[in-house]
């Protein structure tokens, strides 16, 4: 790490606007780790809090010329402790960039990073258009932020991920370098596909500062199925009999310690005693959309459901929602969490629910499993206490064991939260020896000296 003398750091407040530049230890202090509450988050020397592309710039030259590592953080909402501050480095905040425009008639939205997402959604809505990638934190999340880690969320398995919405993009580079890739075309292949390289790149490659998204119209109002198993087998077996016959707007499980921890925290009248529920959805208007919610109940009563509950009001649809979407914040109140983000191929999720149950008994810690069912993207939540040394060695056994299984079935360690630096020993154990070196000379072309977001994704 190079030691900044007091007066290059100095310069770089000089060079950005006044209250930019955070130097105080106590406001430093919320600035150092994300949701994910990484134990070596380190210190840095400043925030920035930038509130456009130059600012953008200015700091990244001012790095390149010192040295100094730079961790790009949105609103800290990462699970993956991809925005901990590194020991001397700077964070750069883009929460202060916050504007945005719609286009109704090229259906698109140019926004800065720092909107939230639903601020994104909001802004579509008065134009009578919808932004799908639907992220359970989505009312706390940055647009920017889900675009580092290419979010995906409760709508993904019929519409797609942000990298689906991403048109184009403004990116600062590690010199300084500002450029501007894509744009309001649904078509272009003009060149190497580089908008899609930087989706998903967790700062490593550059920083984000301005963001073209594709907008589709409003979703129709859909119908709602939610369904109790005596076990997470028939839970399972029920999604893929579901995935096999249509495309459902929706699909999420939750298993029986989700489901206790929601109902302690919010009271919704969710059957305590059932081992799995299924949440399902269909916005297919008329006929077939009715046929749809048939085969999604055929489905669950031929694979065992004790209840099967039908709605086609949408006030209820979005409480049983709401519902699923609390889950996170709901076992996080029980203990400290180590957060997974597995996924598999569809037709291996039985195997991955069982043997995530396996691996909670093995190893002696709770695992509360929430997932994506529909494309098989699990969040298996592994709750202990930090102050027990013997439960903490057993949780991270745990996590360790879930990500093997995962790979061992031919899945990801990651399908949504990014690899951060919680994940970052394990990339290699998916991705091999050669496809590793192939990332890291990506990244040194980008960043030669190293300074985005050292010690994310890349071991």
């Given at each position: 790490?190079?030691?900044?003398?007091?007066?290059?750091?100095?310069?770089?407040?000089?060079?950005?606007?006044?209250?930019?530049?955070?130097?105080?230890?106590?406001?430093?202090?919320?600035?150092?780790?994300?949701?994910?509450?990484?134990?070596?988050?380190?210190?840095?020397?400043?925030?920035?809090?930038?509130?456009?592309?130059?600012?953008?710039?200015?700091?990244?030259?001012?790095?390149?010329?010192?040295?100094?590592?730079?961790?790009?953080?949105?609103?800290?909402?990462?699970?993956?402790?991809?925005?901990?501050?590194?020991?001397?480095?700077?964070?750069?905040?883009?929460?202060?960039?916050?504007?945005?425009?719609?286009?109704?008639?090229?259906?698109?939205?140019?926004?800065?990073?720092?909107?939230?997402?639903?601020?994104?959604?909001?802004?579509?809505?008065?134009?009578?258009?919808?932004?799908?990638?639907?992220?359970?934190?989505?009312?706390?999340?940055?647009?920017?932020?889900?675009?580092?880690?290419?979010?995906?969320?409760?709508?993904?398995?019929?519409?797609?991920?942000?990298?689906?919405?991403?048109?184009?993009?403004?990116?600062?580079?590690?010199?300084?370098?500002?450029?501007?890739?894509?744009?309001?075309?649904?078509?272009?292949?003009?060149?190497?596909?580089?908008t899609k390289l930087f989706v998903g790149s967790e700062g490593t490659l550059g920083i984000i500062t301005e963001l073209t998204l594709r907008l589709i119209p409003a979703q129709l109002p859909a119908s709602t199925v939610v369904a109790s198993f005596p076990s997470v087998e028939s839970a399972a077996d029920a999604v893929l009999a579901i995935s096999g016959q249509i495309r459902p707007a929706m699909l999420e499980f939750m298993d029986h310690a989700s489901i206790n921890a929601v109902e302690d925290a919010i009271h919704m009248g969710l059957d305590r005693n059932a081992r799995a529920l299924l949440l399902a959805q269909s916005d297919t208007p008329g006929a077939a959309g009715a046929r749809e919610i048939e085969n999604i109940v055929g489905a669950c009563e031929k694979n065992?459901?004790?209840?099967?509950?039908?709605?086609?009001?949408?006030?209820?649809?979005?409480?049983?929602?709401?519902?699923?979407?609390?889950?996170?914040?709901?076992?996080?109140?029980?203990?400290?969490?180590?957060?997974?983000?597995?996924?598999?191929?569809?037709?291996?999720?039985?195997?991955?629910?069982?043997?995530?149950?396996?691996?909670?008994?093995?190893?002696?810690?709770?695992?509360?499993?929430?997932?994506?069912?529909?494309?098989?993207?699990?969040?298996?939540?592994?709750?202990?206490?930090?102050?027990?040394?013997?439960?903490?060695?057993?949780?991270?056994?745990?996590?360790?064991?879930?990500?093997?299984?995962?790979?061992?079935?031919?899945?990801?360690?990651?399908?949504?939260?990014?690899?951060?630096?919680?994940?970052?020993?394990?990339?290699?154990?998916?991705?091999?020896?050669?496809?590793?070196?192939?990332?890291?000379?990506?990244?040194?072309?980008?960043?030669?000296?190293?300074?985005?977001?050292?010690?994310?994704?890349?071991?």
């Amino acid at each position: 790490m190079t030691k900044v003398d007091p007066g290059a750091l100095e310069r770089l407040v000089d060079a950005l606007p006044d209250g930019a530049v955070l130097t105080d230890p106590d406001l430093i202090a919320g600035y150092r780790q994300d949701w994910a509450a990484d134990p070596d988050a380190g210190t840095p020397i400043a925030v920035v809090r930038a509130t456009c592309t130059e600012d953008v710039q200015a700091v990244m030259r001012w790095a390149s010329q010192h040295r100094v590592p730079v961790v790009p953080r949105g609103a800290g909402s990462g699970l993956s402790g991809g925005s901990s501050a590194v020991d001397g480095g700077i964070v750069l905040s883009t929460e202060r960039m916050r504007a945005i425009t719609v286009d109704p008639i090229a259906r698109v939205a140019v926004t800065e990073p720092g909107l939230l997402n639903v601020e994104v959604k909001k802004a579509a809505a008065e134009h009578g258009l919808w932004y799908p990638p639907d992220p359970s934190s989505y009312e706390i999340c940055s647009i920017g932020g889900n675009a580092a880690t290419n979010a995906g969320g409760l709508c993904c398995v019929k519409y797609g991920v942000t990298t689906d919405y991403v048109l184009g993009m403004q990116v600062v580079l590690a010199d300084g370098t500002a450029i501007r890739l894509g744009g309001p075309l649904l078509k272009d292949v003009a060149g190497l596909s580089l908008t899609k390289l930087f989706v998903g790149s967790e700062g490593t490659l550059g920083i984000i500062t301005e963001l073209t998204l594709r907008l589709i119209p409003a979703q129709l109002p859909a119908s709602t199925v939610v369904a109790s198993f005596p076990s997470v087998e028939s839970a399972a077996d029920a999604v893929l009999a579901i995935s096999g016959q249509i495309r459902p707007a929706m699909l999420e499980f939750m298993d029986h310690a989700s489901i206790n921890a929601v109902e302690d925290a919010i009271h919704m009248g969710l059957d305590r005693n059932a081992r799995a529920l299924l949440l399902a959805q269909s916005d297919t208007p008329g006929a077939a959309g009715a046929r749809e919610i048939e085969n999604i109940v055929g489905a669950c009563e031929k694979n065992g459901a004790k209840e099967v509950f039908a709605t086609d009001d949408p006030a209820e649809g979005e409480a049983f929602t709401v519902a699923r979407r609390a889950v996170f914040p709901a076992v996080q109140a029980i203990g400290s969490l180590l957060l997974e983000d597995v996924g598999v191929p569809m037709q291996q999720l039985p195997a991955l629910i069982t043997g995530v149950e396996s691996i909670a008994e093995d190893c002696d810690v709770q695992i509360c499993t929430v997932a994506h069912a529909g494309d098989g993207n699990t969040h298996p939540l592994i709750v202990f206490d930090p102050t027990d040394p013997d439960m903490t060695e057993r949780a991270h056994a745990a996590f360790s064991r879930v990500i093997d299984l995962a790979i061992t079935l031919g899945g990801t360690i990651t399908g949504e939260h990014g690899v951060g630096r919680l994940k970052r020993d394990f990339l290699p154990g998916q991705l091999g020896d050669d496809v590793m070196e192939l990332n890291r000379r990506v990244k040194t072309a980008l960043d030669p000296l190293g300074i985005l977001n050292p010690g994310a994704v890349f071991p």
